[in-house]
């Protein structure tokens, strides 16, 4: 219930079973623990469940809402084995949370790599995934975008202050967009690790750069998964960066009239990808997912 206006927040875990042995996947949820209307919410590469802070509390009145720390990142522990960095086992960690959480369906909220994990489950034959919102990705990726990424992940500095992290998001993060100061420190402080000496590491593991790599850079080609967006068959918002190097405004149109034909909301200001911190950008999501 809630306390003084406040909207609880817990801190949980599940342990997962991967190609190379048991893990530990962190999660935080908010609202009504005995709500049956769940919302599970999946950030990007890097991230973690902390970005769906300020769109939980807008949704935790008619949701039981939950956000992962995908394995290596965040609170969740660190895969032995890099090669297992992959959407398959992030897909498969999913499925166990929600047998976990003891529901039959879900809805889906996935920014950038969370979409892709999405579009993964949703295409699968009696998936649990009955709604699902797209931030800022869809079936074909460019090249352009992954290159930009790789310049990065896994190559994150030794921070000496939250400060000198905080400068280091900006820059990195430059596309999300005109952000207050609150708002950078709060997508800072929440993926920062502390280390032994003082200092601060962005929390998560090098390793997840090593398959990305590998995958979908060293090809020097667009990521194409389009037959797995055309076997989703539920109702789908796509939202775009009006200014996005990931998700071109050609693709998102052909996302509009393949597959579940998704509803198309562009965020104007912003690149890659929305972070749904605002108002502005929450209420679409509200709209196709409440309804108001």
Known sequence: MEKN???????????????????RMAYVEWGDAR?????????????????FDFLARALAAEYRVVCPDVIGRGRSEWLAAAEDYVLPVYAADIITLIARLDVEEVHWVGTSMGGLIGMLIAAQPGAPI????????????????????AQYVGNAPRFASVDEAEGYVRMVSAPFGKLSDGQWRHLTVHALRALPDGGYRMAYDP???????????R???????????????VPTLLLRGEHSDLLTHATALEMTRRGPRAELAEIAGVGHAPMLLDEAQIAPVRRFLIGR
């Open 5 to 23: 206006g406040e909207i609880p927040m817990r801190e949980r875990s599940v342990r997962c079973m991967g190609p190379h042995g048991l893990h």
């Open 35 to 51: 709500c049956p209307r769940v919302l599970i919410c999946v950030h990007g590469l890097t991230r973690n469940g902390r970005d």
């Open 130 to 149: 009955t709604r699902l919102v797209l931030n800022d990705v869809g079936p074909l990726i460019t090249a352009q975008s992954l290159g930009r990424i």
């Open 207 to 217: 390793a997840i750069a090593v398959p990305f790599r590998e995958a979908m850079v």
């Open 219 to 233: 090809s020097g080609e667009d990521f194409d998964l389009w037959p797995l967006y055309d076997a989703i068959r």
